[in-house]
């Protein structure tokens, strides 16, 4: 095997930058029409940089999992996974400035008035500014750390033949593996589930998890067909594609699993604290908190069923792109409901009780298409660093005859 090295094509620079540059006129638009709801601004900010950091956390995730599972079947596509993994720096920087200037408009808990809130004081000793702090410091640092040293060590293997690169990321893998277990259920409840601070679910770790897990994959299958498509990746086939396909397949319906666990025992314990949390959504957002099941579940579900159609580029293309939005979709339901209804009544009651919640506009729509140009610019920019094929890894024979 030799070295494939890569160039980032100017149709996909030009898609990167347009996305970006369309998406930022559209959310100063909609800065600019909703200054007298910061709420709404800084929350939409919050969701899509948590959601994009996480699909890139979830690349590296996935290098590390199918690493210690000794599998060799994707070591092909292993570089686009560690390219994803490239955006976790960028979104770390990114969340600073967002938590530092937008945390009074999004978490409830730090206004000075929870105070006199029984809950919120019984939560104060874990929902406080300074451990808050602390612990997002771990989460970047370490999140950040560990893709610039699994990736590190893998590029390095490119020029050092033998073994010890290859040994040196198991030990990654492992550390980051226990890291990562507990940091992305922790990380989702301070990032989003303290946004409802008198509501909690034992399963939000893994539900956030997952529906960052399944985009992940999209976006993997998405850069195999856009590669092949300029004439790279030749020794990755149909087979890799259907094999990311079933994960796409298999996590959705995971997802929906979680989504439906959590909402039927909820509803079933009929718990005030509990349902409020549906019912700010049922009332206010019924078409996209339905609407994301069809993006995430039902339409994978019917699409992605068939073997056929996990091979075939045109389907996968089409709920590639589906899947990312449903999940960002449901990063968004999972935020601003929350921060809208704490905001609402902030304005008083009669106004709270007039209240209309804002649905998906410039801001909502600038944000997301402003964060797909820049995570597509970032991470072809760091598929350019290595070479496409790690040629030294021990099982890259094994990739290239991989059949299902």
Same mark, same amino acid.
């Given at each position: ?138 989460? !970047? ?7 610039? !040293? ?107 699993? &979680?989504?439906?666990?959590?909402? %039927? ?68 339901? %999972? ?52 070479? &496409? ?16």
């Amino acid at each position: 095997m030799q070295l494939e090295s890569f160039t980032t094509p100017a149709r996909v620079k030009s898609v990167g930058l347009g996305l970006l540059v369309i998406g930022l006129i559209m959310f100063v638009i909609g800065v600019v029409t909703n200054l007298d709801n910061p709420a709404r601004i800084w929350t939409t900010l919050l969701a899509t940089n948590h959601y994009f950091l996480l699909v890139g956390l979830a690349g590296l995730f996935f290098v590390a999992s199918q690493t210690m599972g000794y599998n060799g079947w994707f070591v092909l596509i292993k570089r686009i996974c560690e390219a994803l993994a490239g955006f976790v720096k960028v979104g770390s920087v990114i969340m600073i400035p967002i938590l530092l200037f937008g945390m009074g408009y999004i978490y409830h808990w730090t206004d000075p008035h929870a105070a006199s809130d029984p809950i919120l004081v019984g939560k104060s000793a874990y929902l406080n500014k300074p451990f808050f702090w602390l612990r997002t410091i771990v989460y !970047l640092v370490g999140w950040s750390a560990f893709a610039f !040293l699994i990736v590190k060590n893998s590029r390095d293997h490119d020029s050092h033949p033998g073994i010890k690169h290859y040994n040196s990321s198991l030990t990654l893998s492992a550390v980051f593996l226990l890291f990562f277990g507990v940091t992305s259920s922790t990380s989702a409840w301070d990032f989003l589930m303290s946004i409802d601070p008198h509501w909690f679910s034992t399963l939000f770790g893994w539900y956030t998890f997952i529906s960052t897990f399944v985009a992940s994959m999209a976006v993997v299958a998405l850069m195999i067909i856009t590669l092949k498509s300029f004439g790279y990746l030749k020794n990755v086939t149909e087979e890799h594609l259907h094999d990311v396909g079933k994960f796409m397949f298999a996590f959705s319906v995971a997802w929906a699993y &979680l989504w439906f666990s959590q909402h %039927m025992l909820i509803w079933y314990a009929n718990i005030p604290e509990e349902t409020i949390y549906f019912r700010d959504r049922w009332d206010n957002y019924p078409v996209l908190f339905f609407g994301a099941v069809v993006l995430n579940f039902v339409f994978p579900l019917l699409v992605l069923i068939s073997r056929g159609a996990k091979r075939r580029i045109q389907i996968m293309f089409i709920a590639c792109l589906v899947i990312i939005f449903g999940h960002w979709l449901d990063f968004y339901l %999972m935020a601003m409901p929350g921060a809208q209804k704490a905001f609402a009544h902030t304005l008083g009651h009669e106004a709270a009780h007039h209240f209309q919640y804002p649905g998906l506009g410039f801001l909502e729509i600038g944000a997301f298409l402003a964060f797909c140009g820049l995570f597509t610019t970032v991470v072809f920019w760091e598929l350019s660093k290595a070479s &496409l094929v790690p040629v030294n890894h021990p099982y890259i024979k094994e990739s290239i005859i991989h059949h299902t």
